[in-house]
């Protein structure tokens, strides 16, 4: 069995022009350089540079194959979650790009496994486009960790999460829409702390907002960027949690209770980091992910899970390719 990486993105080549198919605002749109370069647009605003790899099946094949990747997971680029749009506009921009990441992954179906985006400002709509997504060929969602300051406890994304558990679809959740300020904006300081950090709060939203308590185990969710922060911090974590019960202890368990809740993806490129992750969380619930195409993933993919000498066979497979057909349901 070969590898599977659940932790990819995709851009599409093209899409109808946003302010016309949904209305009025500021939309990515996509400059095309030439046939293999092209710039993300936010308004007028260069946001990503992208090539082939985002769009085109065969680079992206090619690409698993010299890296020994069996299966990808597809998953939206952040940047076109709308979130901060209406809900009516969000479904609309969410229709396009599913039905799109459907042409990418088409030439593949049994390794290019598309994920979709929900409008999950409204959650009634949000659990219809999931549905119609997977009934038109997706395996699942990505969601983004938050909307604007409402986090995963939210009401509406429990509800969400709450028909995710009930229909069997798996969630995968990547951090966005990262705080901005003077510092952080230096060195791409965003990406660097503000997305792990925006993972382990989003984590900590999760348990002491309740959410385990709430949802059917059922639930199959996954952290990308290996949980961000909370790994390493679970022992602070766990002792405010008895100190202060107060503010913190408001969970029905403890936060070490919960670790069998979700999993998380290897992409922490050092085998110490991995460690931390295994013996925390357990190998049974770290699955491999590169964050592919984009600059700051890892390639050779699972590069880290290979040099990872603490690991025995099994914990291994289980983390090459075990945990993520678990994950996936199949």
Known sequence: MGTIDIHTHYVPSAWPDLST???????????????????????????RRIGPDCWDAGTRLADMDADGIDVQVVSPTPVFFAYDKAGDQAVKVARIFNDLALEICEPAPGRLLPFAQVPLQDPDAACAEADRAVAAGHHGVEIGNHLGDRDLDDEGVVVFLQHCAAQG?????????MAESPRLNRWMARWLTGMPAETHLSIIAMILGGVFDRVSPDLRIAFAHGGGSFAFWLGRFENAWHQRPDLIGVSERPPSAYLDRFSVDSVVFDPTALRVLVDTLGAE??????????????????????????????QRAAILHGNARRFLGR
């Open 169 to 177: 679809i798996p969630v995968f959740v990547h951090p966005w829409d």
């Open 21 to 47: 198919q949904v209305g009025h605002g500021v939309w990515p749109s996509l400059r095309v350089d030439s046939e293999r370069d092209a710039m993300i647009l936010l308004g007028d605003a260069e946001f």
């Open 285 to 314: 619930q770290v699955m491999v992910g590169s964050d592919y195409p984009y600059p700051l993933g890892e390639r050779p993919v699972a590069r880290v899970v290979e040099r990872a000498d603490f690991l025995d066979d099994a």
